[in-house]
């Protein structure tokens, strides 16, 4: 008992040192966020001598024109959202059809997905910029630029990895609901919607935070879909415009940072049970 007691003791103490050390980068940003240029170059690790800079620091952000940071932030909730509906549709009723079709050609489908999974993006990059330029000629759909290749390309690379996730989960809903629900005289996708779909909530709060994350902070993809300068520019992008506007401006650079943090961090607080319940859930059968 001393031994699984001490054991634990450790695990706690290594824990937290992860945590702060984890949390130390997080921490700087927010400190030297409220500080003035000098104070950040003097002495970064020092707390600011007056907090109300930061309110100072993100009212010059967000009143800066050049920036267009509210649209940056418009933007980057216009895909995230966007792209996590679809996400979540698509991919539940994909892995529901792959679980219920019991074939060989819905287990090579499956394969596929999961191929999928392991490909690097930088190998796929560069041929995915001349068939979206191939595809944009031929169908007239702009979709270098544009909103349009953007989400596709977010639903694309994201299917996969979230099409395996509901597919464990759904394996655990039992079949005789269905069969029930059939029998009452519902349809296919009234048995989808109305019994499989409620039952997947748990799954989907963690398909969501997890590709919600990905897609609010990605940098790479905006970067090659959208380039710089566009109308349609997403949060990251118009952080790294504006340290490339402001080099000096440390102050600013950071609270800027801080601002595109905020509220993915406060996403992921609110539905992390959710997302541990699910990994839990889909994990038995």
């Known amino acids: 008992m001393k031994k699984a007691k001490i054991g634990i003791l450790a695990l706690e103490i290594i824990s937290?040192?992860?945590?702060?050390?984890?949390?130390?980068?997080f921490f700087i940003v927010f400190?030297?966020?409220?500080?003035?240029?000098?104070?950040?170059?003097?002495?970064?690790?020092?707390?600011?001598?007056?907090?109300s800079n930061i309110f100072k620091n993100i009212a010059a952000i967000w009143t800066d024109?050049?920036?267009h940071y509210p649209e940056s932030f418009l933007s980057s909730i216009i895909i995230t959202v966007t792209s996590l509906v679809f996400l979540n549709l698509f991919s539940a009723q994909a892995a529901w059809a792959l679980v219920r079709t019991k074939t060989r050609t819905s287990s090579f489908f499956f394969l596929?997905?999961?191929?999928?999974?392991?490909?690097?993006?930088q190998i796929v990059m560069f041929p995915l910029l001349s068939w979206f330029r191939e595809l944009s000629t031929l169908t007239g759909i702009r979709l270098l630029r544009s909103y349009a290749?953007?989400?596709?390309?977010?639903?694309?690379?994201?299917?996969?990895q979230s099409i395996f996730m509901f597919h464990g989960f759904t394996k655990s809903i039992p079949l005789e609901l269905e069969e029930a629900a059939t029998i009452d005289g519902c349809n296919k996708a009234q048995v989808f919607y109305r019994i499989v779909f409620p039952i997947l909530k748990p799954i989907q709060a963690t398909v969501l935070v997890l590709n919600g994350i990905w897609i609010w902070n990605d940098f790479l993809l905006p970067l090659l879909?959208?380039?710089?300068?566009?109308?349609?520019m997403t949060i990251p992008l118009a952080v790294a415009n504006f340290a490339g506007a402001y080099v000096k401006q440390w102050d600013l650079i950071l609270?800027?940072?801080?601002?595109?943090?905020?509220?993915?961090?406060?996403f992921?607080?609110?539905?992390?049970?959710?997302?541990?319940?699910?990994?839990?859930?889909?994990?038995?059968?």
Do not use: C, H
Not at 112 to 121: D, H, K, N, S, W
Not at 268 to 276: G, H, R, V, Y
């Open 255 to 266: 609270t800027a940072i801080l601002m595109a943090m905020v509220p993915i961090v406060i």
């Open 149 to 160: 290749g953007i989400l596709l390309a977010y639903i694309g690379f994201g299917i996969s």
């Open 16 to 25: 937290a040192v992860l945590f702060l050390i984890f949390l130390f980068p």
């Open 225 to 232: 879909i959208l380039g710089k300068g566009n109308k349609v």
């Open 112 to 121: 596929v997905f999961i191929a999928a999974m392991v490909i690097p993006f």
């Open 65 to 67: 024109k050049n920036l």
């Open 31 to 51: 400190i030297n966020s409220a500080k003035v240029p000098f104070e950040i170059t003097q002495n970064p690790m020092s707390l600011p001598e007056d907090w």
């Open 268 to 285: 992921f607080l609110i539905a992390q049970k959710s997302i541990i319940r699910g990994m839990v859930a889909g994990s038995i059968k």
